[in-house]
Structures are given as C-alpha cells and as structure tokens.
C-alpha cells in the first residue's frame, strides 16, 4: 500500500451536472455474504469494486466459494448452501474493512473449522468485543488480543440463539449476531437502542429467509436456508453524501447523483442538510431489489448552523466527516452530541476533523461525544493529515469548492475501499482536484 497518495484540491471549482456514484458498501459486503450461502446462483449488479468489499470477494473464495471476476460491477457467485464453506488454507486479510470483519465473525463461529481474520493497521485497532461478547453468549470461541485483531475464530461449536440487547447502535453487530443466528438453535432475537441500516435484512427476506422485525426487536430462527437471486445494489448515499455537501456549498452548483440508495435507515445525511437549509429534491423514486433509490438533485444553497438532533445520528453514521465541512461553511454554530461512535471508526473522526478544519481556519471544538464547529464565509488552506481514513480525505476534497487556498491531503490511498475513481468522477463535474503519489 502507497501511503503516500496525496490530493490537492484547489479552489475555483464548482460542482455541476449528472453522474452515478459507485456501489453501495454495506449492500455489496452482504451480497458476497449471502450470495455465498444460498443454494444456486445469484447474480450481483452494481457491485462496488472497491477494497473494502472486494476484501469480502476474496476471503469467500478462500473459502471455496466459486464468484466470477467482477466486471462493470457484474459478478455471480454460486453459492455453496448454509454448510458448504471450506477451511481456508490461510488467514483471512480483510484490510481495512471493520464490516468484514464483524460479519464474518458471526457467520464463521458456526462453520466447522477454524479460521483466522487478519486487519490493516487501522483495522487492527478497531474494537472487536462489541461482536466478541454477545457472540460468546451463544457458544461461539473467538480467541484476541485485549479484543482487537487479530481474531481466532474456533470452529464446530454448537450455537444457541439468544436475546441481546445492544449497548450502542451498530448495524454491524446487530448483523453479525443475526448471521451466527442463521445456525443458532431455536430464536436468535437483536434489541436495537435505535434504528440503524437495514441491509442485511431486507437481503435475508429477499433470500427467502424470514426475519422478524418488530420495532426495534430483530428476530430469526436458525436451520433455515437462503436461495439465489438477483441482486441490484444501489449507487452509495455515503459516496453521494461527498457531492451533495460540495454542491451546497459551492456557488453555482447544479447535480443531480443518479440511481441512489434511499434506505430511510441511511437517509440522515438528507435531513441533516435540509435542517442546515439545503436544497435537495429527490426525483424518480422507485424501488430496486428491496432498497428504495432515488435521483439526487442538489444546488447551491446559504446553509445554517444546527444542532443536529440525536436520533439522526446513526442514519448518518458515515458522513459526519463531511457534514462537518457544511458545518464549517454554514452561518452560525452547528452541535453535534451523541455521536462518541465516530472516535472507533476507520479513524477517530472527530479529532482528526477538528485538527484538520482548526488549519483551514474553522472554530472546531471536539467533545467527548461530538463536536462544536462555528461556520465562516471562507475556508483557508493548507496540508491535511486524512490519517488513512478514506471517507477524510474525500471530505476535504470538497473543502476547496469554499477555501481561498489550495488545500494538500495526505495519506489517501484508502479512498480506494469504498470509492475507486473518486477523483476521476469529482473532476468531470468541476472539483479541481488531483492526485499524486
Ligand atoms: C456498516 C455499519 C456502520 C457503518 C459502516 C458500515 C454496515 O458501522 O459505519 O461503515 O455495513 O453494517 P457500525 O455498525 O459500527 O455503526
């Protein structure tokens, strides 16, 4: 890996006309996943051919599943059935991508064999207790350091389903429970504290897998079994998040991002904005494979500081990174509190984003759970450290369309996990923006 990857983003751009960002994340991790288990074939569209999920590619096809090279974002996979996965011959690299390794997890303490997962150094700092415990509870024997990659995950234990209530909203635990769940006896039930993405069970229900939900109780029986499908992922709202935050803060802009996922468990970044006064029109609503899309059109707009109410900060889990460069260009101060998440994730995205935005001039105070951001008319510029944190420094990309100064990122080789041709796309709707290694 080239650490080394820089983006200078200058000012003078502008964001305008149409495009289709890349696939959805979570959606193409779950694809791989449940593809995997299913009887037959499933046909995967709109695949995201980024690390983080070709991560999740290649570590089922160490385990014998056999899934076709992905071109244009095709792929199949023909599914082994709930028992067909085969010991790997070695460990599992995921690199830098926390979800594969939490679902994983859950779905590999129920194979027969051991296996151990392997992260890149971001990934290996990463809390892994919050999968690890509740998983435990149902029999499962995961070995770690202090519970933190790498994990040993000893196999041909025996599962049994259980009530958990978790103790922070996370997709990606309540998934990776679900998935051990699959081969759990009897009921295997989630208790979510809020609503957090729904992916791995609406694509369970499109397997033909019955799920529960009942508010915010998520239950399965396990025994069943999954059969083949096509599956449409949907462009990433995380990626468009990028363009609509860059087209609202930018003079003159005019996009329209096509064919988005809409999931309204992913929708905050959407009401985020428009609370800050944005204007946003979602056009030709329709659903695709069990997840609602839209067409995004965003313009230019005199955005205001917020307090950002706290039930929508897991449907925007993702983007604060850049909803704290629209705070940044708003008028007036935006709060941001219940969100102490964001200091586990890829990096500590409050400190990292407060260092960051304190160069280009901003007022940012973090807090233990959030942060304190005081809008200004201008942007300075200057050299910004993204920490390996892909969805950083794409982030600051978008800080040039309001900086006065050219901005120099560093350490963005990991756009590439979830948003390969990034700077590509940005430059062919205005942002001047360009790489060098
Ligand atoms: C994800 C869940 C979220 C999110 C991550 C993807 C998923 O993580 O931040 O990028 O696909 O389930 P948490 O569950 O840790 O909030």
Redesign the pocket.
């Known amino acids: 890996m080239t650490e080394n990857l820089t983006f200078i983003s200058k000012p003078g751009g502008t964001l305008q006309g149409e495009i289709q960002v890349p696939g959805d ?2 959606v193409s ?2 694809s791989i996943m449940l593809g995997a288990l299913a009887k037959g074939r499933t046909e995967v569209s709109g695949f995201l051919q980024g690390e983080d999920s070709l991560n999740t590619l290649r570590a089922f096809r160490a385990m014998g599943v056999p899934i076709s090279e992905p071109q244009d974002g095709y792929l199949t996979i023909d599914g082994v059935g709930m028992h067909g996965l085969k010991a790997p011959s070695e460990p599992v690299y995921l690199g830098n991508s ?2 594969s390794m ?2 994983l997890s859950g779905l590999l303490v129920a194979q027969s064999f051991d296996v151990q997962l392997q992260g890149d150094e971001s990934l290996t700092r990463r809390p892994m207790k919050r999968v690890i415990d509740p998983l435990a509870e149902m029999g499962a024997v995961i070995e770690s350091r202090e519970g933190k990659p790498p994990l040993l995950i000893r196999g041909g234990k025996a599962l049994k389903g259980f009530e958990y209530r978790l103790p ?8 990776s429970i679900l998935l051990a769940g699959l081969y759990a006896q009897g009921e295997t039930a989630v208790i979510e504290p809020a609503p ?2 729904d ?2 069970e609406r694509m369970l229900q499109a397997l033909g897998y019955e799920v529960v939900c009942e508010g915010r109780r998520i239950s399965l029986k396990g025994g069943g079994t999954l059969t083949a499908t096509k599956i449409e992922v949907p462009g990433d709202i ?1 990626s468009a998040a990028f363009f609509m935050v860059g087209a609202s803060i930018a003079k003159e802009a005019d996009i329209t991002l096509k064919r988005v996922g809409v999931n309204p468990t992913r929708t905050g970044v959407i009401d985020i904005l428009n609370l800050m006064g944005a204007d946003i029109e979602l056009l030709n609503e329709r659903m695709l494979g069990g997840e609602p899309v839209a067409d995004i059109r965003v313009r230019s707009a005199d955005l205001k500081g917020i307090t950002i109410p706290e039930y929508l900060v ?1 449907l925007a ?2 983007e604060f990174p850049v909803l704290f460069i629209a705070a940044a260009c708003a008028e007036g101060e935006t709060v941001l509190s219940g969100a102490e ?1 964001l200091r ?2 890829e990096s500590d995205r409050i400190q990292v984003m407060a260092d960051g935005l304190q160069l280009l001039g901003v007022q940012a105070k973090p807090t233990a759970d959030g942060i304190r951001i005081t809008g200004c008319q201008r942007l300075g510029g200057g050299e910004i450290n993204s920490h390996g944190d892909h969805r950083i420094a794409m982030a600051f990309s978008m800080a040039s369309l309001r900086s006065y100064a050219e901005l120099v990122i560093r350490d963005c080789e990991n756009v590439n996990t979830s948003f390969p041709g990034f700077v590509e796309l940005a430059t062919q709707v205005g942002l001047r923006v360009e790489q060098s290694s």
């Open positions: 994340k979570s991790h779950r926390g979800t939490r679902l922070m909203a996370s997709a990606q635990v309540k998934s957090t993405r992916h791995t995380s897991p889990i993702d998440e586990v994730k």
